[in-house]
Structure formats: C-alpha cells, structure tokens
T-cell receptor
Framework: NAGVTQTPKFQVLKTGQSMTLQCAQDMNHEYMSWYRQDPGMGLRLIHYSVGAGITDQGEVPNGYNVSRSTTEDFPLRLLSAAPSQTSVYFC????????????FGPGTRLLVL | AQRVTQPEKLLSVFKGAPVELKCNYSYSGSPELFWYVQYSRQRLQLLLRHISRESIKGFTADLNKGETSFHLKKPFAQEEDSAMYYCAPSTLFWGGSEKLVFGKGTKLTVNP
C-alpha cells in the first residue's frame, strides 16, 4: 500500500513551458485535491475532485487544469508556466465524509525560471 | 464566508515549556476540526481530530464552540515537536461544501 504518490519530486521549467504533475493513490478514495504551499500563504486549494469524471475549482485555479479519468489518478497540468507558479505542490486524497482524514503525497517542488 | 485563522506565523519556545498554537474559525454550521503537522522535509500528516477526542504525541486540542476556536496544546514541548502546524476545519460534504481549506500554518520551533 503506497498511499499517495507524486512525480516528479523536483522540476525546473522555463517560463511558457507546460508540464503535468502526476498524483496517484491506491486507497480507493473518492476525494482528491491539489494544494500549493508558499511561505506565509500556507496551503491553498487549487482544484479538487469528488470522483472520476468530476472536478471543480479551488481557491487559486488560474493557470492550472485537472482531469480525473480514474479513481486512482489526478494529474495537475500547468498550461504555460509562470514564475508565480514556483511553489511546492501537494496532492491529497480522502474519503467522502466530514470526518475523513486527508492523506498527502510527498510533494513536488517546482521552480519556474 | 468560511475562514480559518492561525494568528501566529512563528512560535518559538524552549524545551519543557508549555506550548499553545491558536486556531480560530468562522464557519456556518458545525465543522469537524483537524490539526495537521508537517515535519521538516516530510509530507503533511494528520496529528489529531476533534471527533476522536485523543491525545497524540502529548498534544490535545479543545474545541470551544462559543469562541469558535480549536487551540492545540502541549504541556511540555520537545525538540522533535518543531514543525509546521495547520488547522483545518472541515465541512466536507456537509451542507454541499466540497472544499477543504487550511489555515496559513504556524511554524513551531522548540529550542534546546
């Protein structure tokens, strides 16, 4: 049971490049989400999904796309990277309940030059 | 609007001293309350949640519905408690809410 996995661990991009951050979970969780973590800003929700085929925007969705074709995978796409997207990105998954614990991945450090 | 406030960005105490990390929330209804912790270069993980009424690593958290607070406390801090702590009120799937929003976090440093 690997839990929540993220790839890559670290990535450097040039402004304007696109890339996909991968997230997978093997706990059969319906709820998955993406956060970015910035100093002084805490964790901010980018996008989330309540099941395969269902996604919605969080607090800071601009510049990011997501899709959820399977229960296990929830990739985050940066369409045209900008320096403001330099951050640490965390994927999380959990059950569909108010009492559900969220399980986090190890994070992806992204540097946009 | 839903809001969670952790008033201290940084908190520094000496080993053996009591520590309290504050969390105030403004939510409609009755959210479930969580504290998550992130140790250096590790992933975030659940520390404790109100519904379990448990003490984890010596930490407890008291829910005060009147003050809408869920402060995290430990009577004697240890150096290994140094970490980033996040408060997270959850109304997931209650009243139609599907967003889980975290506080901005408090960085706790326990000095020897």
């Amino acid at each position: 049971n690997a839990g929540v996995t993220q790839t890559p661990k670290f990535q450097v991009l040039k402004t304007g490049q696109s890339m996909t951050l991968q997230c997978a979970q093997d706990m059969n969780h319906e709820y998955m989400s993406w956060y970015r973590q910035d100093p002084g800003m805490g964790l901010r929700l980018i996008h989330y999904s309540v099941g395969a085929g269902i996604t919605d925007q969080g607090e800071v969705p601009n510049g990011y796309n997501v899709s959820r074709s399977t229960t296990e995978d929830f990739p985050l796409r940066l369409l045209s990277a900008a320096p403001s997207q330099t951050s640490v990105y965390f994927c999380a998954s959990g059950g569909l309940a108010i009492t559900a614990t969220q399980y986090f991945g190890p994070g992806t450090r992204l540097l946009v030059l | 609007a839903q809001r969670v406030t952790q008033p201290e960005k940084l908190l520094s105490v000496f080993k053996g001293a009591p520590v309290e990390l504050k969390c105030n929330y403004s939510y409609s209804g009755s959210p479930e309350l969580f504290w998550y912790v992130q140790y250096s270069r590790q992933r975030l993980q659940l520390l404790l949640r109100h519904i379990s009424r448990e003490s984890i690593k010596g930490f407890t958290a008291d829910l005060n519905k009147g003050e809408t607070s869920f402060h995290l406390k430990k009577p004697f801090a240890q150096e290994e408690d140094s970490a980033m702590y996040y408060c997270a009120p959850s109304t997931l799937f209650w009243g139609g809410s599907e967003k889980l929003v975290f506080g901005k976090g408090t960085k706790l440093t326990v000095n020897p």
